[in-house]
């Protein structure tokens, strides 16, 4: 793949993965995903919510994920980093994007993050075979001190 032709590729992967997260309806595209994720069970997909631990595989996550959620919408805000690997079969890409949530009950949260997946190569396509959100959240002070602080 050209340089030039494989930058609009993966941009182009990059916005559907964010096209098919973001719903008005509380359920993400997960016809869409499904083609974007590879089927195995013990692909681990971390996500910027708990549960920590992430989700064993595709399924896993479409039966659990975000029971009270009533909207999602992710965008891509930067340029993707594409990284070749294993004569192409591997791909490693890095954006970060905005993350808007809102749940049942009214609460929800607006997130800026860095996303990194791990695609490879399968009958032709390319699937994520591992995804790790990085996302900074306002923490609370504490009345700990800081390490610059420590005497």
């Not at 719903?23 to 083609?35: I, N, T, W, Y």
């Not at 994007?97 to 490879?120: D, K, M, N, P, Q």
């Amino acid at each position: 793949m050209k340089s030039h032709d494989a930058v609009v590729f993966w941009n182009e992967r990059a916005d559907a993965f964010c096209k098919a997260w973001s719903s008005e309806v509380g359920r993400p595209d997960f016809q869409a995903l499904s083609k974007l994720y590879a089927a195995d069970a013990d692909v681990v997909i971390y996500d910027t919510l708990p549960p920590i631990h992430g989700f064993l595989g595709f399924e896993q996550m479409r039966q659990s994920i975000y029971p009270a959620l009533t909207r999602i919408h992710v965008q891509r805000t930067g340029p993707i980093a594409v990284k070749q690997l294993a004569k192409g079969r591997v791909v490693v890409t890095s954006y970060p994007f905005h993350l808007s949530y809102g749940f049942a009950g009214g609460t929800g949260y607006e997130i800026e993050a860095r996303i990194s997946e791990v695609w490879e190569k399968r009958g032709g396509e390319y699937v994520i075979v591992h995804e790790h959100p990085s996302t900074v959240y306002d923490l609370p002070a504490t009345s700990h001190p800081s390490p610059s602080s420590a005497t």
